[in-house]
């Protein structure tokens, strides 16, 4: 298959591969000739379409037109423009699907003393201002001898705030830094601080809520002696509180998911984020959760999110999520509508609502059942929406903090990245996948070659239960962990 039409309404057709000039598409009745070479992933009018009318694609308006377009042209950043507006008004206009309960599931993993669950055993150096960043890797790479038992990494996750800052940048950075101390994924978490930092150790202690000294452990570098060494020793300490743990049988039903997308390009809408959520579905059918980010990227589609709120509260709170961060852009004198990145332009996507609209189906079809503000986290089962920007490392980590056991990346440019927790890459075509196989996980281009979403959809599922049991990602086993912060005001 060269080519797809994927809805019914659609007035253009997507290239699967490469078409050359002067090749017929024949999609149901209609049959046009392509009238110029048309890229893999990048679109082809269906029939005339006059300028100012929509485009079509996936049974929902992706731009308008520029110009007049003949069937057969190539449809893309030439002759097509955002047709989206600014603040908008919107209505509650419920369509919500309930998912059916599916048999349960179950893989192995940690269970902590306050009763959350870990997919990992590592031990975290968590620095509390950006001047220890260099402290924290030495002990970092000191302790990493010290590894045993269950113990599986040692990792400082280095940044560069902490201080000189001020209002909510520095109360974003206080909550990101409390949530990372208290992710379960981590069995013993050592917070370095310098000790003159606004957000220093005895500020932070009072975002961490009860803290378990065996697990968490502290040091202030301005009043030891050696603080690498007395880094190191405290490391060792809680290396010898978890080695002895073990992995035991959790039900999927507490497993957290964060889905994100990056490098988008034609296929993204068609194979990878529809797989990833169809994966959605089938994780909340079985009691878990999901956690869907990058608010910008969900503009031009956030209808489709609001009408599956589960109710006028959180139809209201989906509402201020775009609206506010529409005015982050608006304050900053920003565009609004800057997406897509020359690298989704190079693989097909035209318009934002392109994007968004492939984006959003990461979602699948259940009901949204709580919002959250960039780093708060889930309290809700189910489907929940996220504050975070589209940025691959902020939004990642956010997703981390906000609760999220693993982050399902699609990406159809592909990208070595990570994040605190693991991070699977999803290919949208085979081609990324063999050619860059030391960063992907998963093949979702498949689903145009030899098979169904469905079927790949469980397989994802499966191996998303074999990644919390303990199973490396690529990202894993090249040692790579990314820590980003979203900044968001004035730096002293």
Not at 367 to 382: A, C, I, P, R
């Amino acid at each position: 298959m060269d080519y797809i039409k994927i809805n019914n309404s659609d007035n253009v057709c997507v290239a699967l591969n490469a078409l050359k000039a002067g090749e017929k598409i024949t999609v149901g009745n209609e049959s046009v000739v392509t009238n110029s070479d048309i890229p893999a992933g990048h679109k082809v009018a269906l029939k005339d379409i006059k300028s100012g009318e929509d485009i079509i694609k996936y049974g929902s308006r992706i731009g308008l037109a520029k110009e007049d377009i003949k069937a057969g042209d190539h449809v893309h950043i030439h002759n097509i423009k955002t047709a989206l507006g600014d603040l908008l008004e919107y209505q509650y206009i419920p369509k919500i699907k309930e998912l059916k309960e599916t048999a349960h599931e179950s893989f192995m993993g940690f269970r902590r003393k306050n009763g959350k669950v870990g997919v990992r055993n590592e031990i975290w150096i968590v620095p509390t201002v950006g001047c220890v960043n260099n402290i924290a890797q030495a002990i970092e790479r000191r302790a990493k001898n010290l590894i045993k038992g269950s113990v599986e990494d040692v990792t400082a996750f280095v940044h560069p705030y902490g201080c000189s800052q001020m209002g909510d940048d520095q109360e974003n950075t206080r909550k990101i830094l409390a949530d990372m101390i208290n992710h379960p994924n981590a069995g013993g978490v050592l917070v370095l601080g310098l000790g003159c930092e606004n957000s220093n150790i005895p500020v932070l202690k009072d975002y961490l809520g009860e803290i378990d000294e065996k697990r968490v452990r502290f040091l202030i570098s301005q009043e030891v002696e050696d603080e690498i060494e007395t880094g190191v020793t405290l490391v060792k300490e809680l290396i010898e509180n978890i080695a002895d743990e073990s992995r035991e049988e959790i039900d999927a039903s507490e497993l957290i998911i964060g889905m994100k997308c990056g490098g988008s390009d034609g296929l993204s809408g068609i194979t990878a984020n529809p797989i990833v959520g169809e994966f959605s579905d089938i994780l909340i059918s079985k009691g878990g959760s999901t956690i869907l980010t990058e608010v910008p990227e969900m503009f031009g589609a956030e209808t489709l999110l609001m009408e599956r709120c589960k109710d006028r509260e959180t139809f209201e709170k989906t509402v201020a999520l775009i609206n506010d961060f529409k005015m982050y852009f608006k304050n900053h004198n920003q565009t609004i509508y800057e997406n897509p990145s020359p690298g989704n332009k190079a693989g097909g996507i035209s318009t934002l609502e392109d994007k968004s609209l492939g984006c959003t189906q990461k979602s699948g079809s259940a009901k949204v059942s709580d919002v959250l503000g960039y780093g708060e986290t889930l309290k809700t089962k189910g489907l929940n929406l996220l504050s975070s920007p589209g940025n691959d490392l902020v939004a990642a980590t956010a997703l981390a903090m906000s609760g999220a056991h693993i982050v399902l990346f699609t990406t159809g440019r592909g990208t070595p990245f990570a994040s605190p927790v693991p991070t699977l890459k999803i290919a949208t075509n085979s081609r990324l996948a063999k050619s860059k196989e030391n960063w992907i996980d998963f093949n979702a281009g498949r689903m145009v070659e030899d098979k169904s979403k469905d079927e790949l959809a469980n397989d994802l599922f499966k191996l998303v239960l074999e990644v919390a049991s303990g199973k490396k990602v690529k990202s894993e086993i090249a040692g790579f962990h990314d820590f980003a912060i979203f900044k968001q005001g004035v730096t002293l």
